[in-house]
């Protein structure tokens, strides 16, 4: 895009945005704020009167424009998607937006942009949360088994009380001005991921009740049907629900008890899918490569047929039945799925993998790739055929269960189609200071320059990764790439980074690019210039990360930084790198780990590090931890938890690198 | 149970998000009120020590999120709990109404031996704030048809029956665990507790 370009995009969207406001907007006016409207409404004024209130541009009596704005934007987002519509911890997150980008509309499409990659974290379904903590439990058990060990003794395992760091992103953990510098470097962390044509401010759009007497026939389509139908229905259903009244005077509102249904099963949904046969999930995503969205809800009936369990839209009633025994059992398996997180998250890794591509293709190329025997292993007491009933392998419960997932894993699917957020146009898309191309890119070849003036061996280092990727690990990326991103994504990587020839495969897969160690010493806020404000108290121990004040770091430094903190995988040597080769395959790759948001999940385990001699010293119980971490926060040092995070996430890519081009490096060596 | 000197108690505050569960706690716990508390994510802690019947207890208040759509963390936050104090805000209908939800949730999530005779509390809050939309009669009329649940009127803001309240949560709470721990020793005391503590309650208590 040009420059004028962009300025009319971005004019075009505000336009659209302000249209899918103005639409709303008339219909209060109107008068007919009723059911849906004046749910949401309702929900977003509550929680915009409340939201960093104490920051000065949200500062003052609640008629501020600003909190108007931040209204405005949940508000139009919540109607304009349905499926997803609002749910408390969104304020924080569009609130930095407003703050930042300091434009409703501009702010509104960066929180589009950002939702559709965090959207998943307020599905009433919990999977994406689930499999947050189950990475994040796996990542405390990878980089220290002791905490992690003292935790399960509490069991504190679960790692609930990290629930807000997860689903906020930490934004919440630290003082405003913090959080705005900590979600910088977090998302500038995540791959560039633009749209395919450009970003859709709208899921479906909001359309003013006319009469609600003329619910839509069946036959349209249904993915359409259910979204419009899901989220203020379902709470509606819950009530109803849980009020226990006799469900089978519902009949005529199926859907509504559909969403309900899935609402009751949140949990079992998240436990099935990290605890439930994988041949179910997978004969699921196979049902779902070949269906988009017509003959989903048919295909999804079919398979519920198979498995002679009811369907809530055709028994609404049954599925409803929610008795303590199911309950309790729910609990049990919830808690036992959680301490087979190994299991699941090398599950989930697979489905991960797998979403938007073509499956039997991806079954093959799976097969020759080194998640194989995990594959292989999970197939093996399956049967994966499409169609074939494994019913019979599960009892009631988790067959019931099990639909669940299957459902949800659908909705779950379809909205991965249109996420692959771009987080450049999450904060700031249009501002100056960031080049044109990728944050991610830029902040790397900053690193680059750095590094070449501080430390020729890095940089040396570094180029031999990038020429040590042969041709046919290039194909093999684009592969993975292209079934993890779709074809569209590849083409258009392809067609962007075709004057970067050389550099094609450091670019695109992105988490592929070798940051070395001694990188981390550069935070981007000090590549950029930006970082000034930070006295030296912030740089004592720090874990080994000396904080330099601007400009290129001391080799001096670096070294201290690595001798600090003494880990073996700071070295190069032709062990190390086969002994990280073995430890980071305990980790899901980065485009997974922490649902495609590795540097997160090293957040996560760098505050729960940083806190963890003091924990055990107190010998603290698992609500003491939790009231600890309550206590905590806003009072968090940004720099020194992001410092040791970069650190651990630095290692952590170069291992992957190391891992994932293991062939080739074993050889240079 | 004398032998043991200091006991925690751990008690879970539910209801509809903005209703004031926040604001409560805060209020009994720091005796603060402000009114830009933000949205509780998952859920928030607090403890607090106070003496109950000559016994030193810690009461461990867990605030948790008002929004249907983290109630599948009810499990892992309801677990242990010895009383659950449920909040309306007495200016909205709704929040009333979600009572028998969020009870109906609790007892399912935690699943405590006995279901029946497991304390709660109800708390009216926001009775500073006009105008009123559910009565004391209404609340009450609940309260009884619940299997007698203690009912206070309270107001963050000004810190009206926030005390009184806690207090009957705080003996609630031992009562149960002095059943549960002890069955044969504190049984009686826990009737004896519940009819007592209502006319403490001040305005608007059951029965």
């Not at chain 1, 169609?387 to 099990?402: S, W």
Request: with cysteine; charged share 25%; net charge neutral.
């Amino acid at each position: 895009m040009t420059g004028k370009e962009r300025m009319d995009y971005i004019k075009k969207k505000a336009l659209e945005y302000t249209n899918l406001r103005e639409t709303w907007k008339a219909a209060i006016s109107k008068g007919s704020v009723t059911g849906e409207l004046a749910y949401t409404t309702g929900m977003v004024r509550k929680d915009v009167l409340r939201t960093d209130r104490h920051h000065p541009f949200y500062a003052g009596s609640d008629d501020n424009q600003n909190v108007a704005s931040l209204f405005n934007i949940l508000t139009t987002y919540a109607l304009n998607h349905p499926k997803v519509s609002y749910c408390q911890g969104m304020s924080d997150l569009a609130s930095p937006l407003l703050v930042t980008m300091n434009d409703e509309a501009h702010a509104y499409v960066c929180f589009c942009a950002l939702m559709n990659r965090l959207c998943t974290n307020f599905m009433i379904d919990g999977i994406a949360m689930t499999q947050k903590f189950t990475h994040l439990a796996e990542g405390l058990m990878h980089y220290d088994p002791e905490f992690y060990n003292y935790l399960r003794m509490h069991e504190a395992d679960d790692l609930l009380f990290c629930y807000r760091w997860l689903l906020l992103e930490m934004k919440r953990e630290f003082a405003f001005e913090d959080s705005l510098r900590m979600l910088e470097v977090l998302w500038s962390s995540l791959p560039a991921d633009p749209p395919d044509k450009e970003l859709r401010l709208f899921d479906v759009p909001f359309k003013p009740p006319p009469s609600p007497s003329t619910p839509p026939p069946l036959c349209t389509s249904p993915h359409m049907r259910t979204q419009r139908e899901t989220a203020y229905t379902k709470i509606c259903a819950l009530r109803r629900q849980s009020s226990s009244i006799s469900l089978n005077s519902y009949q005529q509102r199926k859907s509504a008890e559909q969403g309900a249904w899935r609402q009751i099963h949140s949990l079992d949904d998240s436990m099935s899918k990290s605890k439930t046969l994988p041949g179910i999930t997978l004969k699921h995503l196979s049902l779902d490569d070949a269906a988009l969205n017509e003959n989903k809800e048919d295909k999804s009936s079919h398979a519920h047929d198979q498995q002679s369990r009811p369907v809530p839209k055709h028994k609404p009633g049954s599925p409803l039945e929610k008795t303590p025994e199911i309950q309790n059992n729910r609990v049990n398996l919830f808690h036992a799925s959680r301490r087979n997180g190994r299991l699941s998250a090398s599950l989930t890794n697979l489905l991960k993998t797998t979403k938007g591509g073509h499956f039997k293709e991806l079954r093959e190329r799976i097969a020759a790739s080194k998640l194989s025997s995990s594959l292989n292993q999970l197939d093996t007491p399956q049967t994966i055929e499409e169609e074939k009933p494994t019913g019979k392998k599960i009892k009631n419960l988790n067959e019931f269960l099990n639909f669940g997932s299957i459902r949800v894993r659908q909705e779950e699917d379809k909205i991965r189609n249109n996420i692959r957020s771009n987080t450049r146009s999450t904060l700031g898309s249009d501002r100056s200071r960031i080049s044109s191309n990728s944050d991610d890119r830029f902040s790397l070849n900053s690193y680059d320059d750095t590094l070449d003036e501080s430390s020729p061996e890095d940089s040396q280092d570094q180029t031999s990764f990038a020429t040590s990727i042969t041709n046919e690990l290039k194909l093999e990326l684009e592969n993975l790439d292209r079934k993890v991103f779709g074809d569209k994504y590849v083409e258009k990587e392809k067609l962007s980074r075709s004057a970067e020839m050389n550099n094609r495969s450091d670019e695109v897969f992105l988490w592929e690019n070798p940051l070395l160690p001694k990188d981390t010493i550069k935070t981007p806020d000090e590549v950029f210039g930006t970082f000034t404000k930070e006295p030296s108290k912030d740089t004592r121990e720090d874990v080994g990360l000396p904080i330099s004040n601007s400009g290129p770091v001391l080799p001096n430094n670096a070294l201290t930084a690595v001798t600090a903190t003494s880990t073996s995988h700071m070295t190069n040597s032709c062990e190390e790198v086969t002994e990280s080769i073995k430890t980071s395959t305990h980790l899901p790759p980065p485009n997974e780990f922490g649902g495609g948001n590795p540097f997160l999940m090293f957040l996560c385990i760098t505050l729960l590090m940083q806190h963890r001699d003091h924990i055990i010293s107190k010998a603290m119980d698992y609500n003491e931890m939790a009231m600890h971490f309550d206590k905590m926060v806003r009072k968090h040092n940004v720099v020194r938890v992001l410092n040791q995070a970069r650190q651990m996430y630095a290692r952590y890519i170069k291992q992957h690198t190391v891992a994932h081009q293991k062939g080739n490096r074993i050889e240079d060596c | 149970m004398a032998s043991r000197k200091k006991t925690l108690l751990k008690v879970i505050i539910l209801g509809d998000s903005s209703v004031g569960k926040t604001s409560l706690m805060n209020q009994y716990v720091n005796r603060k009120f402000t009114n830009q508390y933000k949205a509780t994510i998952g859920a928030d802690f607090l403890t607090k020590e106070l003496t109950v019947d000559d016994r030193t207890v810690t009461m461990q208040i867990w605030d948790t999120a008002g929004q249907e759509r983290f109630q599948s963390l009810g499990v892992a936050f309801y677990r242990g709990a010895d009383c659950c104090v449920l909040v309306f805000d007495v200016t909205a209908p709704n929040t009333f109404k979600s009572l028998d939800s969020w009870r109906d949730e609790f007892l399912i999530q935690a699943s405590p031996r006995e279901p029946e005779n497991f304390p709660f509390v109800l708390l009216g809050n926001k009775v500073d704030l006009e105008p009123r939309a559910i009565s004391s009669k209404r609340a009450q009329q609940w309260c009884q048809s619940k299997n007698n649940i203690p009912y206070f009127e309270t107001s963050a803001k000004e810190g009206l029956n926030v005390e009184q309240a806690f207090m009957a949560i705080a003996k609630n709470a031992l009562a149960q665990q002095n059943s549960t721990v002890d069955l044969y020793n504190e049984f009686p005391d826990q009737i004896k507790l519940t009819n007592t503590q209502k006319p403490s309650g001040g305005s608007g208590c059951c029965q």
